[in-house]
């Protein structure tokens, strides 16, 4: 769904009214995560699940964060998931032809492996957005949410 078609305005005002006619905080925000993992999911559905999985790392690494103990531990669980994540969609083939083009020139042939993966929209925004909460809470500038949906 791009934002300047019909389909997005009609989404867009769709998820608006519906916003607004709901009552309690708790159903408006199941509305938003709803809307957006739809929205997102127009483009390509599987991709969700890279969305999915981060957002519950960094949920479980941020209540794990706020504890006096392992904090440490759970900083680099989700640095690692996170980054590797992006290192994976987002700079594997630039680092793998780096390599290969590095062989070349000093005469070694090589047989890369080649991943054919579509690079996911929005990855880093929502990598580094995600990644932040976690960092957050472990410098105490933030306190964990306890709901997952507020979160």
Not at 15 to 41: D, E, H, I, T
Not at 73 to 89: D, E, K, P, Q
Request: include cysteine; aromatic fraction near 18%.
């Amino acid at each position: 769904m791009v934002f300047t078609t019909a389909t997005f305005l009609v989404f867009l005002a769709a998820v608006f009214c519906l916003y607004w006619s709901l009552q309690s905080r708790k159903s408006q925000n199941v509305l938003l995560l709803a809307s957006g993992y739809l929205f997102y999911a127009w483009w390509d559905y599987r991709y969700c699940s890279l969305m999915i999985i981060s957002t519950i790392v960094d949920y479980i690494c941020g209540m794990g964060c706020a504890r006096k103990r392992g904090r440490n531990f759970y900083l680099i669980v989700s640095l690692f998931s996170n980054l590797g994540m992006l290192c994976v969609f987002k700079y594997f083939n630039f680092f793998q032809d780096s390599l290969v083009a590095a062989c070349d020139a000093i005469g070694v042939t090589i047989n890369p492996i080649t991943l054919q993966l579509a690079l996911p929209v929005g990855i880093s925004f929502y990598t580094f957005q995600t990644l932040s909460y976690t960092i957050d809470i472990y410098r105490g500038k933030l306190e964990p949410h306890r709901s997952l949906i507020d979160y």
